[in-house]
């Protein structure tokens, strides 16, 4: 467990009896695994004695279909007004086409940034019971335990001018523009300084800085930052090219890792195979204030979708950070993390992560989202 919540994040809730909780389901296999979730977030209410008062709100291609607005001011209202947001995953070929402000993706962004998410943690830990699910050989992945802090509201996915022009030639031009801020970098190192003194001390910044003036910048901020505020925070530099082959070659050199938007997001995908399955990555995307959004790092994985395939673990993972983090409940996020393992200590496998021969039951993600409430509701009451 990642520990407390950042120190950067100033306005968490504290312990209620009773939260206001907005549930994103989006597309894809996102409404079949927020339905596992449902029934697990349920189970834990019970055993444990608090309330969520659940509200469901449109976002990514839901929302277009529903009133044209990949993030309606609506969803806004709901997400900011809540105690906390769960967010299943959006996308889907059905709205590949569209123009860009009408896509599931744009939803998405203008969520994380209207919102102030600039700090994205993700966790790739790989647990025993799933050792054999990576592609990787053992010795490498036994004991991984990584975070990667993402910076989630800058970069080249925010940075203008960008679009599509024609050049002289009447050739079309597409361009996209990577930029941060001194501000920007300094608080995603705050966060990250921040988490990696709560583990093990250790951090690694990745960037781009031998080709990239943005990455220098980058390099240099958070040099400055950790050096000035985390003396204890063993930092290092690497660059982005180097730390992709090094997570696959000997990914226990790692321990805390901050990077930029777009490394983070493929970092973060790559890190997911140690672990065993994108099926299995949650994420926290929180601000300095206000509710944070607690999403699976997958997408909504069209090739699955409404075949009750999808490994909901994820995103009952990202329900156990948003108790951890936004709702003052670490005992009830260790009990959701530890029913986890539990399922898969009894060899239940979503396809995922199952392997030929290894005696496990194959299950869809409703028969595992019910196994996951089921050890919930039997384990909660004696050990909180
Ligand atoms: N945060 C998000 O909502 C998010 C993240 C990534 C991609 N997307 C969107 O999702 C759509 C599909 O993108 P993609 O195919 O590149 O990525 P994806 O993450 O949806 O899927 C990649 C692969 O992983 C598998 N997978 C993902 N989640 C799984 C789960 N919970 N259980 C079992 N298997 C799972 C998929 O079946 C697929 O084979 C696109 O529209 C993309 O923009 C959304
Ligand atoms: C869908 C896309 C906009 C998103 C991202 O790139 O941030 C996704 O890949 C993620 O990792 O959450
Ligand atoms: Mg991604």
Redesign the pocket.
Known sequence: APGGRPAARLGAVSRKDSYDITLLPGDGIGPEIMESAKSVLSALCDRCGFELNLREALIGGAAIDAVNDPFPDATLEACQSADSVLLSCI?GYKWDGNPRELRP?TG??KMRKSMGLFANLRPAKVLDQLIDASTLKREVVEGVDVMVVRELTGDVYFGAPKGIDTDADGKRVGYNNMIYSEGEIERIARVAGDVASKRNGKLCSVDKANVLDVSQLWRDVVTDVITDEFPDVDLSHMYVDNAAMQLIRWPKQFDTMVTGNIFG?ILSDEASMLVGSLGMLPSASIGESGPGVFEP?H?SAPDIAGEDKANPLALILSAAMMLRYDLARGEEADILEAAVETVLDQGLRTADIKQEDDGCKLVGCIEMGKAVADVVAATATVEV
């Open positions: 996308g993706e998405l962004l997001d790092c997408g």
